[in-house]
């Protein structure tokens, strides 16, 4: 059973506007979440994370929401650019002893000019 | 520079030929793992590594061995390939589990 979901497989944006990336967890157990960003051929990059006890994380451009009731976060990248074009993980800190990272099954993100 | 490495980028290789993928970090974590990337399935955690001789399954652990003799290096084994086994690995390292991960660039293999 998937306790980390990134429902939207892909999504466009235009240069400029604001690129929202969803991800939907099922553990409330869960007291870190991460966004990391892909690019073809490299290995994923972190891009920000948040705990449990925090509702926003802002670094730059990207804002990590959590909304805890609805098991629900956000990343927000405003503006986009077109170097943002990657697929983004979300991922969730286990609830399990080892606390092993689980992660979604990303989200590919296009930023068109 | 701070950086996970694996050898090799890219590998083909026949059913039941072994091979091994290494992986090495120079950030002394203690934390290390494997995943594999499938399309539609994402990132999925084969084995993982809390310290020198210290190693645990993870989510899909059929098929594979690792070791870690040393704090910097993780080797993947496959024993005898199948190509069910053709996948995209990464390697990543942290200071403890949980937190921030950095993934080496990845390794393609083909098993035909």
């Known amino acids: 059973d998937q306790q980390v979901k990134q429902n939207s497989p892909s999504l466009s944006v235009q240069e400029g506007r604001i690129s929202i990336l969803n991800c939907d967890y099922t553990n409330s157990m869960f007291d870190y979440f991460l966004w990391y960003k892909k690019y073809p051929a490299e290995g994923p990059t972190f891009l920000i994370s948040?705990?449990?006890?925090?509702d926003k994380n802002e670094d730059g451009r990207f804002t990590v929401f959590l909304n805890k009731s609805a098991k629900h976060l956000s990343l927000h990248i405003v503006p986009s650019q077109p170097g943002d074009s990657a697929v983004y993980f979300c991922a969730a800190r286990g609830g399990g002893s080892q606390g092993n990272l689980i992660f979604g099954k990303g989200t590919k993100l296009s930023v068109k000019p | 520079e701070a950086q996970v490495t694996q050898n090799p980028r890219y590998l083909i290789t026949v059913t039941g030929k072994k091979l091994t993928v290494t992986c090495s970090q120079n950030?002394?974590?203690?934390?290390m793992s494997w995943y594999r990337q499938d399309p539609g399935l994402g990132l999925r955690q084969i084995y993982y590594?809390?310290?020198?001789?210290?190693?645990d399954k993870g989510d899909v652990p059929e098929g594979y061995k690792v070791s870690r003799k040393e704090k910097r290096n993780f080797p993947l084994i496959l024993e005898s390939p199948s190509p069910n086994q053709t996948s995209l690995y990464f390697c990543?390292?942290?200071f403890g589990t949980g937190y921030e991960q950095y993934f080496g660039p990845g390794t393609r293999l083909t098993v035909t």
């Open positions: 950030m002394n974590h203690e934390y």
């Open positions: 948040i705990s449990s006890i925090k």
């Open positions: 990543a390292s942290s």
């Open positions: 590594s809390m310290n020198v001789e210290v190693t």
